[in-house]
Structure formats: C-alpha cells, structure tokens
C-alpha cells in the first residue's frame, strides 16, 4: 500500500479519483487548493502525488512538486491536465515528472500510472520524518 495525495481543483474529479485509488488498497488524500496540497503534503508524506497542472492562476503543479520534493526526495509525480501539449510533456519529462496524462483519462490509465510509479519509487527509501 502506498501514500497518494490527488490535488485538483475539481473537487468531483477529486473525489471520484479518491475512491477509486482507495479501492485499490492505497491511503489517499485529497487536495483541491495549493495552500491545501502544501498542508497535506507536508503532513501526510506521499509516495505519489497525482496533481493537476493547471491548479490556480498564480501556481501550477510543477511548482506544487518541486515544493514538496524538496522534502521528500523521492516522491513520485503524475501531472493530469485538460491543456496537454508537447511543450509541457518536455517540460514535465525535465523535472521528473512523468507521465502527463489528459484528461479525460481513462481510470485504467491513472491506476496504470500509479502502479508505475510506486515501482519507480520503491528503488530508494522514502524519508521518514
């Protein structure tokens, strides 16, 4: 079982994409704000972050990452967005976040991506703290 936090600001994408990572045996959380995703991140320490790109106008999932990498190292990122570009599929790839997935995505595409990105993770121990 692994820690996954999801961060979108729409809150039924959100919740819909809670229970169904939950059903999968994982603990999960869920933040719609980016004062929220800082919050819960820091606190609850996910092995998975799951986050939108496009979360507010003045903040964007890229920067949501690297605040929270930089206390857990070896979390692992999946950006979802509604704006996929090749331009921002390279920029994701550079900071080590992959994959970029669009929405609407199919449920087997993020569970698919999940599971790959616990496996990428479990090579290094995850901070304790």
């Known amino acids: 079982m ?27 959380r869920v933040a719609t704000s980016r ?8 606190e609850f320490r996910p092995d998975v972050l799951v986050v ?3 979360i507010t106008v ?3 999932g890229f920067e949501l990452a690297q605040v929270l990498r930089a206390g857990l190292p070896q979390l692992q990122v999946i950006l979802i967005t509604g704006y996929p570009s090749e331009t921002l599929k390279r920029n994701a790839a550079a900071a080590e976040i992959w994959p970029v997935l669009a ?3 199919e449920l087997a ?14 090579g290094s121990p995850r901070a304790e703290g």
Request: charged fraction near 30%.
């Open 2 to 28: 692994a820690k996954i936090l999801i961060v979108d600001d729409d809150v039924d994408l959100s919740q819909f994409l809670e229970l169904a990572v939950r059903r999968r045996g994982h603990e999960v």
């Open 35 to 42: 004062f929220e995703a800082y919050t819960v991140g820091v």
């Open 52 to 54: 939108d790109w496009y």
């Open 109 to 122: 595409e993020l569970t698919g991506a999940i599971d790959d990105a616990i496996a990428r993770g479990s």
């Open 58 to 60: 003045n903040v964007d």
């Open 103 to 105: 929405k609407p995505f």
